[in-house]
């Protein structure tokens, strides 16, 4: 059971409802995930229920469980693998695919996947019940190259790259609009959004350091292919940055524009190559991921497929 005590300073919180405070201004979890892990509220030393308003100066104390770790099942869903050995594996993911369960998605993920294609993940890694093996994420409709560890000793290894930045990444992005410069570096911070939990914004302090180099591939009309090389890995950050500089990702549902001449595309990124140096080997493996097709059929009607 976890117990936070809290004093509402903000004036501009008065007359919001509990649950809706917890949500924006704790950012703990929204508020239909509040039904099932808030156990009690107090207001200023009382029972409260979550829609009661609260008022600048209440102090807030809230009683919460942990959420429910999914139970994870080895599915028999089809991989594109790209390279394998004893001691880690590298898959192509499709979009639409979810890295590990979690809140919403509780299987028919990556991590269901692999322990059903590798029998020995569960056991090597038993301490680690919702993400075994995993280093480094794609969002949901992200396609594209990830690595994954077998063992926890291969975690460890690969983990400490990411940790300190010697994992070269590399994607391509179609967006709307086109970056000011032919190539350049995004540095900001980038902090979650108050307004809306699911997304994340460029912050002048705040936040956590988030480094993006691009350089300007191909352009035709406002449509633009570009080449973009994280230096940091922050949640969304490609798709943030992209946005701040007026050139969303084609697609992004969260952080894009419905285009009309492509009403249908879904997030136009891809994770194509990927530099890292294998628990095994010697020096770095470069793997590579082709343009999936949904690319492809957005730059051939953009006349850049052959260009």
Partial sequence: MNHIRHIIEDPAASGMR??????????????SQGKSRITSVLLNGKEAKPGKKVTAGDVLELYYSDPEPPELVPEAIPLSIVYEDENVIVVDKPQGMVVHPGCGNPNHTLVNALLFHCRAMAGAFYLDNLRPGIVHRLDKDTSGLIIVAKNPSSHEFLAR?????????????????????????????????????????????????????????KTSGHYSVILLHPR????HQLRVHLKHIASPILGDPLYGRRDRRFPDATLMLHAY???IRLPAGKGSREFISPLPERFKDILEKLGLLKA
Wanted: hydrophobic content about 30%.
């Fill in 161 to 217: 790259q990411f940790r300190e930045s010697r994992v070269k990444k590399y994607y391509y992005a179609i967006s709307s609009g086109q970056p000011p410069e032919q190539r350049g570096v995004i540095e900001t911070h980038i902090v979650r959004d108050s307004l809306n939990r699911k997304c994340f914004k460029v912050s002048e302090s705040s936040g956590k350091r988030a480094v993006t180099r691009y350089r300007l591939h």
């Fill in 18 to 31: 509990i649950d809706r405070y917890i949500s924006v201004k704790l950012n703990l979890f929204s508020r």
């Fill in 273 to 275: 190559k990927l530099v």
């Fill in 232 to 235: 940091t890995g922050r949640t």
